[in-house]
């Protein structure tokens, strides 16, 4: 439950939007519609205006902004630059992913603290002079959001480190939990400030910012927005200890694009929806997209890549060539192995010097002759694990420097960071190999780094005596298996980090491999990550949002849902709720009518163990019963026993069950059987496949009706029950293939049922026999909630297209819930059809018997 704080974090009524720029005209035509016009418009006075907008504009919005800030040492005044040679500064380098006609802003903090009295002179500068608009949060917020809930508890939760014990990790603070939503709240007044949310794109930038997309989709709805996890996603047993993991779901799909680094963290996500939330993905045309109160949200898989141009411009520099030469002769007759790292507890760089210590005490052959230099960049947070992790470092260095080191030698040289760009790609450049040890990390662009780096140019070329373009190049990857950049680099040696044995056995093979293989895995390698740049990432990113929110404005869009549980639900124009008022009319005006009800998610709520009707359900039933002008139907699937026990107090309800395969018109009247043309012996050959299925699968369990068989797999494992429903559909089909039956999978079940048995030929049926008895109805009613009750639907549409209906019929196919249908109205739960129903038979005169004082209705929300 959110705190009231929380809640009113939502409140954008409090946050009026402020920037004073010209908008392409918008008003609303019809409840609901938006039209692209304004009223002069709509009335031709104005119909020769065309608006052209000659660029587009982009707003990256990410926790630090890509700009350095420090104080001039003789004016004291602020001065600001590019942060370009930091080698992560990808929002600065996804830049060259857009054409020139694309503008640039970005959004995020600065990474200096500026006084109150100077941010808004600070921020028209950085917007006038680069494109930034500042967030500056207060340093106390941004304690308790960056290195409390950011680095302290989301980050090592999304590296699977859980808080078992106090000592293990942060747990959960409800107070850093409502700094993080305080601070994506900041991120969104912010971007307010600059977006024209009828053209603008907005693309958010990893774990800090994962609630800022609820907040931009509530002020606009139809807003476009992507986001990039750069971090892993956990699997759905790590993350769902979460306590506001469905908050945190819920904004991400609030989004039009998810982009991930690779398919496992994509899985991930996908599995948590499904589990917490009930969602299914479907895959179409390369694409995977989860449906979401009728939104698709789109899920991209593409890792990140480099700076081709960067590196290679770091590359021509003098002092790159100067620090090489100086460094090739430092380690003159040594085999260089190289790893760079962050000091945090997840890099496995204490793993790493365990496996050179093994390596040089089963091979006392390379002792003096192999050295490991470890480059560590500073801590991104504070705290006593990386204080731990340093102290654990040092000590294993020196002892196996102690150990194994001799004077001119030592084992591991440990290089404190910061270090330059130029350093950086010196030690790449004369490094054999590189040690990417990682028990966990989100991508590490380190060995795409080093592969660019041995690709060589000129001036290194000529620092370190190469024969220029002739020369070969050679490079040899080490990679941790739990490395987001792992699956795309095929030709390096993978290894289980925590297996020292592993990973010593890869570094001799490394540094004793022959030349030739080492050249044609830096090939491979090389191919790979000069087509697979950042500007390959950002443009591919870009393209797939583009096509995510072209059906932005073919649909109608409103809100729904309080505080960080608020979604949009977007449906066809034509799809519209069912008004009460306006069905009745029809109903006064018609006096051949025809009502099909499904039951289970129509009349009854699926969740009600109890599946048997309540009094107001038997009470509106009869009402509508006993018009004569109605003929009413209960269409199920349910089997005829239930249906005819349930509705005994229903004399004149018309009950359809198994799909149509059993009908009597009333309870005095017998049942009728479709026939069909065949027996049911294929029973004989399906139902011990279905057994050896739920045998397996605990949860599920078998449905035997008379015409049909239903594996239900509701109450098993999702993902399992899904991937089983799979199977046993496919060994259905296989062993039925020569019967004359239908093997269909649909909401948690597996059917199957005898050819030409649906709810849609029920519907041909009835309105057959009332055309024959000199009853063609002039309105029709179809309620349904399912796939099955799609039949119904079609069938209905079928009926109007072809003028087989009265052509004054009135005609009202309705689903229950908001979702993509082929019918043309929904309702939104049972208890709002429980109560049309009741309007209609008012308007009959037939009103209802109430429940009596006391009794519970139990109302359900789709």
């Known amino acids: 439950m959110l705190s009231r704080s929380c809640f009113n974090l939502l409140n954008f009524d409090q946050y009026p939007y402020s920037v004073d720029r010209a908008r392409i005209p918008r008003v609303m035509t019809f409840p609901g519609i938006i039209s692209e016009f304004d009223e002069e418009d709509l009335e031709g006075n104005n119909s020769n205006v065309e608006v052209e907008n000659e660029y587009e504009r982009r707003i990256i919005v990410a926790n630090q902004l890509p700009v350095k800030a420090y104080r001039d040492s003789e004016t004291k005044k602020w001065c600001f630059e590019w942060d370009r040679y930091a080698l992560d500064t990808l929002i600065l380098q996804l830049k060259d992913g857009f054409s020139p006609n694309v503008e640039i802003i970005y959004v995020g903090c600065l990474k200096a603290e500026v006084d109150l009295s100077e941010q808004d002179e600070v921020a028209q500068f950085l917007l006038d002079k680069f494109r930034c608009v500042p967030t500056f949060l207060p340093l106390d917020l941004i304690n308790k959001f960056y290195h409390g809930f950011c680095k302290h508890y989301l980050w090592p939760l999304f590296h699977y480190m859980l808080p078992v014990t106090p000592s293990h990790g942060v747990r959960f603070d409800k107070s850093m939990w409502q700094a993080y939503v305080s601070a994506n709240k900041i991120f969104a007044d912010k971007v307010y400030e600059v977006i024209n949310p009828d053209e603008d794109y907005v693309w958010i930038q990893d774990y800090h910012l994962m609630v800022l997309p609820t907040f931009l989709r509530r002020r606009y709805n139809r807003v476009k927005v992507g986001f990039f996890l750069h971090s892993p996603f956990p699997s759905s047993e790590i993350y769902r200890t979460l306590p506001v993991r469905e908050e945190i779901l819920r904004a991400l799909l609030n989004c039009d694009l998810v982009g991930f680094?690779?398919?496992?963290?994509?899985?991930?996500?996908?599995?948590?929806?499904?589990?917490?939330?009930?969602?299914?993905?479907?895959?179409?045309?390369?694409?995977?997209?989860?449906?979401?109160?009728?939104?698709?949200?789109?899920?991209?898989?593409?890792?990140?890549?480099?700076?081709?141009?960067?590196?290679?411009?770091?590359?021509?520099?003098?002092?790159?060539?100067?620090?090489?030469?100086?460094?090739?002769?430092?380690?003159?007759?040594?085999?260089?192995?190289?790893?760079?790292?962050?000091?945090?507890?997840?890099?496995?760089?204490?793993?790493?010097?365990?496996?050179?210590?093994?390596?040089?005490?089963?091979?006392?052959?390379?002792?003096?002759?192999?050295?490991?230099?470890?480059?560590?960049?500073?801590?991104?947070?504070?705290?006593?694990?990386?204080?731990?992790?340093?102290?654990?470092?040092?000590?294993?260095?020196?002892?196996?420097?102690?150990?194994?080191?001799?004077?001119?030698?030592?084992?591991?040289?440990?290089?404190?960071?910061?270090?330059?760009?130029?350093?950086?790609?010196?030690?790449?450049?004369?490094?054999?190999?590189?040690?990417?040890?990682?028990?966990?990390?989100?991508?590490?662009?380190?060995?795409?780094?080093?592969?660019?780096?041995?690709?060589?140019?000129?001036?290194?070329?000529?620092?370190?005596?190469?024969?220029?373009?002739?020369?070969?190049?050679?490079?040899?990857?080490?990679?941790?298996?739990?490395?987001?950049?792992?699956?795309?680099?095929?030709?390096?040696?993978?290894?289980?980090?925590?297996?020292?044995?592993?990973?010593?056995?890869?570094?001799?093979?490394?540094?004793?491999?022959?030349?030739?293989?080492?050249?044609?895995?830096?090939?491979?390698?090389?191919?790979?990550?000069?087509?697979?740049?950042?500007?390959?990432?950002?443009?591919?990113?870009?393209?797939?949002?583009?096509?995510?929110?072209?059906?932005?404005?073919?649909?109608?869009?409103?809100?729904?849902?309080?505080?960080?549980?608020?979604?949009?639900?977007?449906?066809?124009?034509?799809?519209?709720?069912?008004?009460?008022?306006?069905?009745?009319?029809?109903?006064?005006?018609?006096?051949?009518?025809?009502?099909?009800?499904?039951?289970?998610?129509?009349?009854?709520?699926?969740?009600?163990?109890?599946?048997?009707?309540?009094?107001?359900?038997?009470?509106?039933?009869?009402?509508?019963?006993?018009?004569?002008?109605?003929?009413?139907?209960?269409?199920?699937?349910?089997?005829?026993?239930?249906?005819?026990?349930w509705l005994s107090p229903c004399p004149r309800l018309g009950l359809s069950a198994e799909h149509g395969y059993f009908t009597r018109w009333s309870k005095d009247s017998e049942w009728e059987s479709r026939p069909i043309a065949a027996d049911m012996d294929w029973k004989r050959v399906a139902l011990p496949v279905m057994e050896h299925y739920t045998e397996a699968t605990d949860g599920s369990s078998i449905e035997q009706k008379e015409s049909a068989l239903v594996w239900h797999h509701q109450e098993a494992d999702p993902d399992f029950g899904a991937w089983q429903a799979k199977e046993l559909l496919d060994h259905l089909e296989s062993v039925l293939a020569n019967e004359p039956v239908v093997v269909k999978r649909g909401q948690h079940i597996v059917e199957v049922k005898p050819q030409n048995i649906s709810k849609g030929i029920v519907v041909e049926s009835l309105m057959a026999s009332m055309k024959s008895r000199g009853m063609s109805p002039d309105f029709v009613l179809c309620i349904g909630d399912d796939r099955s009750d799609e039949d119904m639907f079609e069938s209905i549409a079928s009926h109007v297209s072809n003028h087989f209906l009265l052509d004054k019929a009135e005609v009202f196919a309705c689903t229950v819930g908001q979702k993509p249908s082929m019918a043309k109205f929904y309702l939104d739960d049972t208890v709002e059809v429980i109560k049309m129903l009741q309007g209609l038979s008012a308007a009959s005169g037939q009103l209802p018997k109430l429940p009596n004082r006391g009794t519970s209705v139990e109302v359900v929300t789709a």
């Open 261 to 645: 680094q690779t398919f496992d963290y994509a899985r991930h996500f996908l599995s948590c929806c499904s589990r917490m939330l009930g969602l299914d993905y479907q895959s179409k045309r390369g694409y995977i997209g989860l449906d979401y109160y009728g939104r698709t949200v789109t899920i991209k898989i593409l890792p990140v890549g480099i700076h081709m141009g960067q590196l290679q411009n770091v590359m021509s520099l003098p002092d790159t060539g100067k620090k090489a030469k100086e460094l090739k002769e430092k380690y003159e007759g040594k085999i260089v192995m190289l790893g760079i790292d962050d000091m945090d507890m997840f890099k496995g760089i204490g793993l790493k010097f365990l496996a050179m210590g093994r390596l040089l005490d089963e091979n006392p052959v390379l002792r003096g002759k192999v050295v490991l230099v470890q480059i560590t960049n500073p801590p991104r947070s504070k705290g006593s694990d990386v204080q731990e992790v340093q102290k654990e470092v040092n000590r294993i260095a020196s002892e196996i420097n102690k150990k194994y080191g001799k004077p001119g030698y030592k084992p591991i040289v440990c290089i404190n960071g910061p270090v330059s760009t130029q350093d950086k790609i010196a030690h790449y450049a004369i490094s054999e190999c590189v040690v990417v040890n990682a028990v966990r990390d989100g991508m590490n662009l380190v060995p795409y780094e080093y592969t660019v780096s041995r690709q060589g140019s000129d001036n290194l070329d000529k620092a370190l005596q190469l024969d220029g373009p002739t020369a070969s190049r050679k490079s040899v990857i080490i990679v941790s298996e739990f490395v987001g950049c792992s699956p795309s680099l095929s030709g390096a040696i993978r290894v289980n980090p925590w297996n020292i044995d592993s990973v010593s056995e890869a570094m001799g093979l490394a540094v004793t491999m022959p030349d030739p293989e080492k050249e044609l895995r830096h090939e491979k390698h090389y191919k790979y990550v000069s087509s697979h740049d950042v500007a390959y990432w950002a443009r591919s990113f870009d393209q797939d949002l583009q096509r995510a929110c072209a059906e932005h404005y073919h649909k109608r869009c409103w809100g729904i849902g309080f505080g960080l549980g608020f979604r949009v639900v977007a449906l066809g124009p034509n799809f519209r709720k069912l008004s009460v008022e306006h069905i009745v009319s029809a109903y006064n005006r018609t006096n051949s009518r025809l009502i099909l009800l499904d039951y289970d998610g129509t009349m009854m709520p699926e969740d009600k163990v109890n599946k048997a009707p309540g009094e107001e359900v038997i009470s509106v039933l009869n009402s509508l019963c006993s018009d004569p002008k109605n003929v009413v139907f209960i269409v199920s699937g349910r089997g005829k026993d239930s249906l005819s026990q």
